[in-house]
């Protein structure tokens, strides 16, 4: 059976002084007040263009990064391949909002698509649909679209053919392509334009994936739904699966504007429903693909569980484990090492412009009253190893 305890390979890619590193970094990060302060700091620091950037580069920015472009990004690529892990590239650049910016954004994506073509190491693409589509559209029309005026029409028309060229690209390139879920007020109109694409472009294979959040407690019928619709229709259903990043953004929209919280109550129930989800794909995987994006140790297992169970090859091209950039080695190197398909998100962009995701990095590592995050506990555990053995 397949054990995360493994620090030796989770951290094979690791020198000891990468280790050490890595081990100051996440003990920095594991402060509140240091967390808070350097939110604060470094919005100041930009702000006022005080020389920030090369500090933040060999830090925070090298160790969830793979780069500010995606040339930069191929020595972290081959390195990640030599132990078997798939690279996603993310670029991370975050609240563009004019109609260039948002061209430029589709044309990046389109360009890690071509990166992506006949590479072996890269196994997908990645983007938001807030990255190449005007939010405020995207909120217009989560309700339908059958009161837009005119304009708002257009406006959603031109959003939806930058999601058309990237999935054509993706299509054309034979690079499957994932559509990354967002906040509660904009995922209508996403899951509208990804259920589209599907039927477009996922004739023959999953090319498109829509992602579930399956801390929102109307995921499992949906993706119940989206399985019969695909029935139907005759096309594949491609999901990657995550438990949910804004948990405290959307419960604190839903108390301040008096509608009822989309997510779960409980933890507890948003593990059961991501569980239920990975099994319900597994038992009809004849119409799916499926990427369990996770940090999840149990949930991980579970689909290891889950496809031996099924009789299903470790390396069935269907089914991928996904973690992130500086985050949850123990699972992607000892999951690879077993001969399952997994990658990692490598996200890229300029310094600046991918703070806002390096701030999420850092809050999400942040220790919850006084203790060890997981992932300085493990470091801490493989410093200890390699120490014994000197
Ligand atoms: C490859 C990859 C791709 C991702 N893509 C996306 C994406 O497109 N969209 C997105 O939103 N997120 C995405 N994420 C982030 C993901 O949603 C989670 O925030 C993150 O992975 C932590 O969840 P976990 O499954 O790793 O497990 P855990 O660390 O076990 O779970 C933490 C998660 O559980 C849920 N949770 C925690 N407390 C409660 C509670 N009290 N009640 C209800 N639920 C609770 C929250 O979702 C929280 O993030 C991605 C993550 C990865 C690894």
């Known amino acids: 059976m397949i054990s995360f305890d493994n620090t030796e390979i989770a951290f094979a890619g690791k020198s000891d002084s990468d280790l050490q590193w890595s081990y100051r970094l996440f003990k920095m990060i594991g402060m509140p007040w240091l967390v808070k302060f350097g939110k604060v700091a470094t919005n100041v620091a930009f702000a006022i263009h005080l020389p920030i950037k090369g500090l933040i580069k060999k830090t925070i920015f ?12 191929k020595g972290k690529i081959e390195e990640l391949g030599r132990f078997k892990i798939g690279t996603i590239l993310d670029y991370s650049v975050e609240g563009k909002t004019t109609e260039g910016d948002l061209d430029r ?59 058309d060229a990237i999935c054509k690209a993706a299509y054309e390139a034979d690079v ?79 108390a301040k504007d008096g509608y009822p919280s989309p997510i779960h109550a409980t933890k507890e129930d948003t593990d059961r429903d991501y569980d239920q989800g990975l099994a319900y794909i597994v038992e009809h995987i004849e119409q799916f693909a499926l990427c369990a994006g996770t940090h999840n140790e149990i949930s991980s297992l579970r689909l290891v569980e889950l496809m031996a169970e099924k009789g299903l090859d470790p390396t069935d091209p269907r089914l991928f484990f996904a973690q992130l950039l500086g985050m949850s080695d123990h699972i992607s190197y000892n999951v690879a090492h077993e001969g399952y398909n997994v990658a990692k998100y490598v996200p890229y962009g300029p310094v600046k412009e991918v703070m806002p995701y390096l701030l999420r990095r850092a809050e999400e590592n942040t220790s919850v009253a006084g203790q060890m995050g997981r992932e300085l506990s493990l470091i801490v555990k493989e410093k200890k190893r390699r120490k014994a053995l000197k």
């Open 62 to 73: 090298k160790h969830f990064c793979g780069g500010e472009n995606i040339d930069d990004c």
């Open 105 to 163: 954004t589709r044309d990046e994506i389109i360009a890690s698509i071509a990166t992506a073509k006949n590479n072996k190491n890269i196994p997908f693409a990645v983007f938001k649909v807030t990255g190449v589509a005007q939010t405020s559209i995207l909120r217009k029309a989560n309700g339908g679209a059958e009161d837009l005026s005119e304009a708002d029409r257009k406006e959603l028309a031109v959003s939806m053919q930058r999601v």
């Open 176 to 254: 499957p392509v994932f559509i990354d879920a967002e906040d509660s007020w904009f995922q209508d109109t996403i899951d509208r334009m990804v259920n589209a694409m599907m039927s477009k472009y996922n004739k023959e294979k999953a090319v498109v994936f829509n992602t579930l959040q399956m801390y929102r407690h109307d995921r499992l019928a949906f993706l119940k739904k989206t399985h019969l619709e695909a029935v139907a229709g005759q096309y594949f259903v491609g999901i990657k699966m995550v438990r949910g990043a804004y948990m405290e953004k959307e419960r604190e929209a839903a």
